[in-house]
């Protein structure tokens, strides 16, 4: 997965449609700041983790085609 930005002061990521399925904690997070992985459904634009809330969002015209 690689996001296309992240913002570590206010916890926001922003994905590319590629970077789909969108799971937490990401590849950018440390170890120790570890918790369960969730997948996050960003299908309404963005969608915070339950555990860290760390919010993820589509980047600006980005557009997910399938189901």
């Known amino acids: 997965m690689s996001q296309a930005h992240t913002s570590q002061s206010n916890n926001v990521v922003e994905l590319l ?3 789909l ?5 990401n590849p ?3 170890a120790w700041n ?3 992985r969730v ?4 299908s309404h634009g963005e ?3 339950p555990y860290c809330g760390t919010v993820y969002r589509l980047k600006a015209g980005e557009v997910v085609k399938g189901h």
């Open 17 to 19: 449609a590629r970077d």
């Open 21 to 25: 399925p969108a799971y937490c904690p």
């Open 28 to 30: 950018s997070m440390t």
């Open 34 to 36: 570890s918790h369960p």
């Open 39 to 42: 997948f996050i459904d960003v």
């Open 47 to 49: 969608a915070a983790c």
